[in-house]
């Protein structure tokens, strides 16, 4: 079946804009994470969303970072007055059901703030 | 926390080789491991798991060694292909399950 998407692939944008990440978890998947993965960097936790439940925002890095996650699917995130610290790949996941769950990344979005 | 650094170590092995991967893992309240790989341009991609309750689990050519008391935890591939070349991280899930903690990443080169 289809895996987790993620749009747009590549964005370059100037620093001081704003800019809006999506994913598609796979269908049926409950659980939804945003990951963060720089250049020389591991991957970081940026938010997890279960449901109707208060998202987990814990990983976000500064209140320029937020996303919302639409009729328990579609997600955004969105990164307002980029940096150019906020360049980075973008990564999705989803899982079934939380907790111990084999989580599914997308392809990521690769970030790119001159 | 969470390992982070600029060079990771990289592994380089024969085509047709067994490939071991090791990892150190930092929270003892963590139950549930993950070993994904990264190709280039990539997302990570889900290769074997392991929960606390094993030490041992065998995929198709891949095993994973859990071992709680030095929290340690290797991959390991056998007869290495070239396409096996990638980055991979370890991940954990602590008591609190949900988010996924990383680990620095491996290379692995595979030299045919």
């Known amino acids: 079946g289809a895996g987790v998407s993620q749009s747009p692939s590549n964005k370059v944008t100037e620093k001081g804009k704003d800019v809006e990440l999506r994913c598609d978890p796979i269908?049926?998947?409950?659980?939804l994470y945003w990951y963060r993965q720089s250049l020389g960097q591991g991957l970081e936790f940026l938010i997890y969303f279960q449901g109707n439940s208060a998202p987990d925002k814990s990983g976000l890095p500064s209140d320029r970072f937020s996303a919302e996650r639409t009729g328990g699917s579609v997600s955004t995130l969105t990164i307002q007055r980029t940096q150019q610290e906020d360049s980075a790949v973008y990564l999705c996941?989803?899982?079934?059901?939380?907790?111990?769950?084999?989580?599914?990344f997308g392809p990521g979005t690769r970030l790119l703030v001159l | 926390g969470e390992s982070v650094g600029l060079h990771l170590p990289t592994l380089s092995v024969q085509e047709g080789d067994n490939s071991i991967i090791n990892c150190a893992y930092s929270?003892?309240?963590?139950?549930?491991f993950i070993w994904y790989k990264q190709e280039s341009g990539k997302g990570p991609q889900f290769i074997i798991d392991i929960r606390s309750n094993m030490d041992k689990r065998q995929g198709q050519r891949v095993t994973v060694l859990l071992n709680k008391t030095v929290k340690h935890l290797s991959l390991q591939i056998a007869a290495t292909q070239p396409g096996d070349s990638a980055v991979y991280f370890c991940?954990?899930?602590?008591?609190?399950?949900?988010?996924?903690?990383f680990g620095a990443g491996t290379i692995l080169r595979v030299k045919s």
């Open positions: 269908s049926g998947h409950t659980a």
């Open positions: 996941a989803s899982s079934q059901n939380p907790g111990r769950e084999t989580q599914y």
């Open positions: 929270n003892s309240a963590s139950d549930y």
């Open positions: 991940a954990e899930i602590g008591e609190y399950g949900n988010k996924l903690v």
